[in-house]
């Protein structure tokens, strides 16, 4: 089987959200369970010079966007073991950031048909193009309109990965054929009120649509969810799925972990002496007895921080509990945060800014990890908390369902403590229920020998990735 990756961003290359963890992990894991996996991004200026240096040209051609010839070099890095290509246009991509520009149709209208026209010049004909998000969501939509009539091309299959439906990538009707180079037949299959829509197109034209959990897949078939596709994502049930993401379990592995003060397997004890040195780095008093709080997020309204804000006076005020935020995002939150941590200087610590090192070592000292979210298709963090025996604490929705089950003290089964409602005293009491729970050490030993012994990795998910590879490379028919 061989597979080609084509997302926006991975892991270590460049990062802006979870997309990035799972374009770096997952190939490795469906590389060790014997599939030739590579992967296709764009040559941004934010790599970093260690990996740019590495990376060694193999051929420039040149990539139609609409009526005009781009030019299109093709650079090469081995990492992990996976083949890495680099998409290499400084007009398009040598500039700050990934995303946000007004070109933004154009310039992922040419990453799109740059990952077609790739393929036989570096000699790769795969059996299946697994295209993620918005960014790669027209890949299946040029295949289909330029490419299927060519031998090369004519046996690939499509799926298409749904990350986060919320972002859809929607530009003006004359992207159709001003940048993608099709006709008006295309469009009633990326037609979204007048508009031509990415995602939507993924969704049509790819053989098989997955997203990144079961219960995400459930809930954007409703119209909460769905954001407009809901009715064509239960047109195309049949060929959807969950599959829950995992981590990358070798390099976030506290007992190996080199950016934690304190390495250990799942000892308490051990992991308490990362609480005490995480105190006196940030400047909390030391009190190794006291529940430490993490939340590693982003500031922003669809992480649940209009929840946060609402009830964190009261906890702080009442409660004998630390919390540790790292973060950045919306203004407003980093201000509140900033000031709270002004009023509560012995009990929060607002740390306003991104930091792989920190986000580690909160992990490795919190006793509890607070994921309110409004909606989370996966959700990454709770999956590290988890392997770091941070107990989390979550809202009952997308992939923090399907990967946190809330601890039952009758049977001792359970990894971490949930609420339903989008409702902050429920938040509030939750939390409040796993800081007594903290207090009673029979129960606590129970909650995080559960969160310690479970199984985070890729394993899983990518035998259902192969097991779709499979089941489409083997239809007669690619999707019309």
Known sequence: MKVMFAAAESHPFIKTGGLADVIGALP???????????????????ISEKYRAKMEPVKVIEVPVGWRNQYCGIELLNYDGVPVYFIDNEYYFGRDGVYGYLDDAERFSFYNRAVLEVLPAIDFQPDVLHCHDWHAAVIPMLLDGHYRSNPFYSNIRTVFTIHNLLYQGVFPYEVLSDLLGLDGSYFLGVEYYG?????????????HVTTVSPTYAEEIRTPHFGYGLDGLLNA????????VNGIDTKAYNPATDPKI???????????????????????????????????????????????????????????NVQFVVLG???????????????????KLSSQIKFSDELSRKIYAASDLFLMPSKFEPCG?????????????????????????????EETGEGNGFTF?????????????????????PEH?????????????????????????YDKITAQAEPAQ
């Open 28 to 46: 490795k894991a469906l590389r060790d369970a014997g599939v030739d996996v590579r992967v296709i991004l764009p040559k941004y200026r934010g």
């Open 195 to 207: 508009n031509v829509n990415f995602m939507k197109g993924g969704i049509v034209y790819s053989d």
């Open 236 to 243: 195309r049930a049949d060929h959807l799925s969950g599959i």
């Open 261 to 319: 003060f304190t390495k250990y397997r799942n000892n308490l004890l051990k992991k308490t002496e990362n609480k005490i040195s995480l105190q006196q780095e940030l400047g909390l008093p030391v009190a190794p007895h006291i529940p430490l709080v993490g939340m590693v997020t982003r500031l922003v309204d669809s992480k649940g921080l209009d929840l946060v804000t609402r009830v964190l006076d009261e906890i702080l005020y009442y409660d």
């Open 328 to 346: 950045t995002g919306d203004e407003v939150y980093e201000r509140w945060f900033r000031e709270a941590a002004w009023r509560y200087p012995t």
């Open 380 to 408: 990454i963090s709770q999956l590290l908390a988890l392997r770091y025996g941070s107990v989390p604490v979550v809202r009952e929705t997308g992939g923090l369902n399907d990967t946190v089950q809330s601890y039952n």
């Open 420 to 440: 339903t409602n989008y409702n902050a005293h429920d938040m509030m009491n939750t939390l409040r229920r796993g800081i007594s729970l903290y207090n009673k």
């Open 444 to 468: 606590w030993k129970r909650v995080t020998r559960n969160a310690f012994k479970g199984d985070y990795s890729w394993d899983i998910s990518a035998q259902q990735y192969i097991d779709i």
